[in-house]
């Protein structure tokens, strides 16, 4: 394990350096760890700038060290009002009311440079909102809505399968497709580890 500011390049790089990894999962949040609705703005701005500032030097350091695959986890809930369920080729709300648009600002950035880095093959993971122990809702949510079982076990899929590319990761609840993850990772939104 390394500690590292995902803001800072230098201490990217120097993270890398030391490593050497052939693959990382980006995973990285600045959200708190209770849901508190008076905060969800200035969280939403931090969170967007660690997507945009932190992709970017992981992305670049990332192409420095010879990293071959990067998966990288957004979010499935920022898709522009239309017909479900959404596939990823759906456009994103990019015209979202401000505190919305900033998260999308951030999904964009981050799904832009992990998925065009050159020599890296880059895959995005749309996450429904995570529910279950540890998160901000102990039940399902409005949906799309995963649960962090399944993701984790979609992004360690994803290091060794699919193509390049964009995949919806959510339960079957027709708000997202999740076609796409099930035939590229055998992805299963019912998977739970034991215990």
Do not use: C
């Not at 201490?11 to 008076?38: G, M, N, W, Y």
């Not at 080729?89 to 919305?100: F, G, I, K, Q």
């Not at 964009?166 to 998977?191: C, K, L, Q, W």
């Amino acid at each position: 394990p390394a500690v590292m500011n995902a803001l800072d390049s230098e201490s990217v790089r120097a993270a890398f350096a030391a490593a050497r990894p052939e693959a990382l999962i980006h995973q990285l949040t600045d959200l708190p760890k209770t849901f508190d609705p008076h905060e969800v703005d200035a969280a939403r701005a931090r969170n967007g700038r660690l997507r945009i500032v932190g992709t970017d030097n992981l992305m670049a350091a990332a192409q420095s060290y010879g990293v071959r695959r990067v998966v990288a986890q957004s979010i499935a809930f920022v898709y522009a009002p239309g017909k479900v369920p959404y596939d990823e080729s759906a456009p994103l709300y990019e015209n979202a009311p401000d505190s919305t648009r900033v998260a999308v600002q951030g999904v964009l950035a981050l799904e832009r440079a992990v998925t065009r880095t050159p020599g890296v093959e880059g895959v995005v993971l749309r996450y429904g909102r995570l529910y279950g122990p540890g998160t901000w809702f102990e039940r399902p949510p409005e949906s799309p809505v995963v649960h962090p079982h399944a993701a984790a076990h979609a992004a360690l899929l994803a290091l060794t399968r699919g193509a390049p590319g964009t995949y919806n990761v959510a339960e079957d609840d027709g708000a997202v497709s999740i076609a796409r993850a099930r035939e590229h990772f055998g992805f299963d939104p019912a998977f739970r580890l034991d215990g």
